[in-house]
């Protein structure tokens, strides 16, 4: 009968073991080098010519060059309103909108915190040059489109039309976004528009290269704006240089980017650094995305910041 040695007996064993190691150790580097699934940010916009996209576009370009970990996309909305629903539902985690979209108090819509304030939307009313409307009384039984459904325009203008007492049937309301509205009040469908955007809007911008229009003067408004919805409204300058067309005052209202409430703190922190750190970056796509600052930033009331957003503000001290 043959016996195997101790030895080789020996040398089987650690043979053996050997490949079980190799094999567990082949194991936990397949594990770690499996890929984790980038976290996905959706950023909530608007039109493809209005200010907010090309701020959201900016800044998800810099999201994804930054933060190895993210994949960042931009949406396109309808603007404000659906931007917040989206935001609050979960269906994007960043997303701008006007303040006076906003709720007076957000004890019941806790999903959505602030970012920053970023800038100031300026209500614009376009019409013709030549066209009968040169003051907002003059809109009484034409038809004006208001602004997309959902959007923070309809909201700003169909206050402005209350206050003026054009309620109800006393304007023929087209609910058109700007590339719409643009295209009607070019075809004669429409006598007039409203947007409300950061200077310049692209769209009109190439509207006013194009055709001969008149932006109306909506100074009067803001005070009865203010009476009737709040503090948010102020008058702001849409100066000859932007359009090319004569220098008015409008109503204008703060803009913020917007952040789901339940996402993690550290990522939020990254985002609003990035956000305030790449400003000049922001503002070569949109010269509205420069005028932030940090210490405007914060001054986002009724939102409350983000505790990521808010730990980044407190540590640069703005």
């Known amino acids: 009968m043959h016996r195997v040695s101790r030895t080789s007996s020996r040398r089987a064993g650690l043979a053996a073991l050997s490949t079980v190691l190799l094999i567990a150790n082949l194991a936990i580097a397949s594990c770690r080098d499996t890929p984790i699934d980038p976290t996905s940010i959706r950023i909530a916009t608007g039109s493809p010519t209005a200010v907010y996209y090309a701020f959201g576009q900016s800044l998800a370009a810099i999201l994804n060059r930054e ?110 976004g700007l590339d719409d509205s643009v295209a009607a009040l070019r075809s004669g469908r429409i006598d007039a528009f409203f947007f409300s955007g950061g200077l310049p809007v692209r769209g009109i911008e190439e509207l006013a290269d194009a055709s001969a229009i008149r932006i109306v003067d909506l100074s009067e408004w803001t005070e009865p704006l203010r009476s009737r919805y709040g503090q948010v409204y102020v008058s702001r300058d849409i100066p000859r240089s932007v359009y090319g067309v004569d220098a008015v005052t409008t109503v204008a209202d703060p803009n913020y980017l917007i952040v789901r409430a339940d996402l993690p703190e550290p990522l939020v922190r990254e985002v609003t650094r990035l956000l305030m750190e790449r400003r000049a970056e922001l503002a070569a796509a949109h010269p509205a995305a420069g005028r932030m600052s940090p210490r405007s930033a914060i001054v986002t009331a009724p939102l409350t910041l983000h505790p990521g957003a808010a730990s980044w503000y407190r540590a640069t001290k703005p």
């Open 67 to 176: 933060l190895p970990d993210v994949r960042a996309s931009v949406v396109i909305t309808a603007a404000s309103a659906e931007n917040v629903q989206l935001v609050g539902s979960g269906g994007a985690e960043l997303g701008f909108t006007q303040a006076d979209v906003l709720p007076a108090s957000t004890a019941g819509s806790p999903t959505v915190d602030a970012v920053a304030r970023v800038y100031d939307d300026q209500l614009h009313l376009v019409t013709t040059s030549g066209g009968p409307v040169r003051a907002v009384a003059d809109l009484r039984g034409r038809r004006v489109s208001v602004g997309a459904a959902g959007s923070g325009t309809e909201i700003t203008a169909t206050r402005l039309l209350e206050v003026a007492r054009l309620g109800g049937d006393d304007v023929r309301r087209e609910r058109l």
